[in-house]
């Protein structure tokens, strides 16, 4: 359900004594905490990502940043940067400042600079937004 670890889950689950949302809160947290440990270390892989609306109007390049190779082929690195596609396309911020600062679209409990680093957490590596280019007809 959170992608985090037996070990994580079971220890958050005992500290809430069976609370699944409760226990789902704990580990979102502990991601974002070791998302902030992970800031200052290079990224020096990634991929581009894209997103074209169905109209055909309107076009995204996000350009999305990790540390290795492995991760960047991962499917949770993938889902992050088609989101981030699809983010820009709909609300088409900026700057990647101004997109970090964002609601994410599908669920505005959360910024996007939440969601990244969720991912972080779960993948263990720096990832980082480097940059975003909305094409318009």
Do not use: W
Not at 118 to 128: A, H, S, V, Y
Request: glycine fraction near 8%; charge should be neutral.
């Amino acid at each position: 359900m959170t992608a985090a670890g037996v070990a994580d889950c079971r220890e958050a689950l005992e500290e809430t004594n069976g609370d699944l949302k409760a226990a789902a809160e704990i580990l979102r947290k502990k991601g974002i905490e070791k998302a902030a440990k992970k800031a200052e270390r290079e990224v020096k892989a990634g991929k581009v990502f894209s997103y074209v609306h169905h109209t055909g109007r309107l076009g995204v390049l996000v350009s999305l940043a990790c540390e290795t190779d492995f991760v960047a082929k991962t499917d949770d690195f993938g889902k992050l940067g088609r989101e981030l596609a699809l983010q820009v396309a709909a609300a088409q911020p900026e700057n990647v400042e101004a997109l970090l600062k964002q609601e994410y679209i599908r669920d505005a409990s959360k910024t996007v600079a939440e969601l990244v680093k969720e991912t972080i957490g779960k993948l263990g590596e720096n990832i980082q937004v480097v940059d975003f280019k909305i094409v318009t007809v």
